[in-house]
Nanobody, 122 residues
């Protein structure tokens, strides 16, 4: 199992930036694929970006391409750099992990989830 803890959420004005981080602990075979998802009030959980920690393949949702960047550092901290934020980017952002990236941006495909961190863009 993998335990995930997000940090870095907050409130920002439109056009601003935030950086989210996700630390992972536990059995590391379970985090071959890591991603970020978000959920706005009254909406389903939406895939934002994911990456393979084996070959560094990355994929982004069209609505965040060119503005968000996913990465993982040597300490195995997963980051999401969010630039040019818009009000529609607001929501609770979740870090997720799974053994495989077959599910891509589909939330149902990820077995492990963090508790979420709030992002509010006004």
């Amino acid at each position: 199992h993998v335990q995930l803890v997000e940090s870095g959420g907050g409130s920002v004005q439109a056009g601003g930036s935030l950086r989210l981080s996700c630390s992972a602990s536990g059995y590391f075979d379970s985090d071959n694929c890591m991603g970020w998802f978000r959920q706005a009030p009254g909406k389903g959980r939406e895939g934002v970006a994911y990456m393979s920690t084996l070959n560094w393949y990355q994929r982004y949702a069209d609505v965040v391409k060119g503005r968000f960047a996913i990465g993982r550092n040597a300490k195995k901290i997963l980051n999401l750099q969010m630039n040019d934020l818009r009000p529609e980017d607001s929501g609770v952002y979740y870090c997720a992990a799974d053994r495989s990236c077959r599910g891509g941006l589909s939330a149902e495909s990820y077995a492990y989830w963090g508790q979420g961190t709030q992002v509010t863009v006004s």
